[in-house]
């Protein structure tokens, strides 16, 4: 199992010289099973380059695309998917379901007139939408795929991906909740309000998680669904993951702010614990287990 990273940026895209060392795309990551089939994981503005390079390598294929919700930074590549436009493609979207909106909703509302010149008509590839509801375990792809519930706008979900005893968790857009208007992170306030998601990590050999903001920073960003960076090293090492990847950077911070949050998070890990590794992650960055 490989995942590569053609997007690692939360909000909105951007460019630029002083965002080129971690990137500037927004979240989309390309997972490769043992048995060499890949899954795409979110479509933020990431899955254009991607989609560039599969269309430079083959001329067909059946590919799934797995969404963790609709906000516009995680679909916002989709029209611009030169697959979806080839015939002798084929894709499964995964999609949570809510009562408000499936997969083929998720393509209709931004490929409408008022906001492209085109809709999913013009596709030429195959696409099979697979709405779920209930979270849980189910096979697919070889692979053992477990889904939770975040703490993020209503319907965010986090994936976490086993193979041959391996496991990647890929958990983007969450806020790790304590209460921060009135308490510092501690790992018991950290546990108590987060138990359920730490055991949903408990053992990973990869936690890709949402590193939006400083804790110095946080006290503004209260509900806003991301997490800091010290309740996230309390978090991973609680769940006792081998290797934190930090993720979904906020876009005004460039890449000596970056370095910087990569240095203050492995500090703090410290404090907590030995035996996570901390990895700023950065686009075309690509981890084999």
């Not at 053609?6 to 909000?11: K, L």
């Not at 999609?95 to 083929?104: K, V």
């Not at 209460?179 to 050999?205: G, M, Q, T, V, W």
Request: charged share 25%; hydrophobic share 35%.
């Amino acid at each position: 199992m490989e995942i590569t990273f053609w997007g690692t940026r939360g909000s909105i895209p951007v460019p630029g010289n002083e965002y080129a060392k971690y990137g500037g795309n927004t979240p989309c990551l390309e997972l490769r099973t043992a048995s060499g089939e890949t899954i795409i994981i979110d479509a933020g503005s990431g899955l254009r380059e991607l989609g560039n390079k599969i269309v430079s390598d083959v001329k067909s294929g059946k590919y799934s695309l797995l969404m963790s919700h609709t906000h516009w930074d995680h679909i916002q590549g989709i029209p611009f998917f030169k697959p979806f436009y080839i015939k002798g493609f084929e894709f499964d979207i995964f999609f949570p379901e809510s009562e408000e909106q499936c997969a083929e909703d998720m393509i209709d509302v931004q490929m409408q007139p008022l906001y492209f010149p085109v809709t999913k008509d013009v596709f030429g590839s195959q696409i099979n939408y697979k709405d779920f509801k209930d979270i849980g375990i189910f096979d697919f792809k070889n692979l053992e795929v477990s889904i939770a519930k975040v703490h993020h706008s209503k319907n965010t979900h986090s994936y976490k991906f086993t193979e041959n005893g391996k496991s990647i968790v890929y958990m983007t857009d969450n806020e790790i909740m304590y209460n921060a208007a009135d308490h510092e992170p501690e790992p018991e306030i950290i546990y108590k309000n987060n138990s359920d998601l730490i055991e949903f990590c408990r053992d990973a050999d990869y936690l890709i998680h949402d590193s939006m903001y400083f804790f110095n920073d946080f006290k503004n960003k209260i509900g806003w669904g991301h997490s800091n960076n010290k309740s996230l090293s309390i978090f991973a090492s609680l769940a006792n993951v081998k290797n934190l990847l930090l993720f979904h950077y906020d876009p005004d911070h460039n890449d000596e702010t970056v370095d910087r949050l990569a240095a203050e998070t492995k500090m703090f890990l410290k404090e907590y614990s030995d035996n996570i590794k901390c990895i700023a992650s950065k686009e075309g960055m690509t981890i084999k287990i």
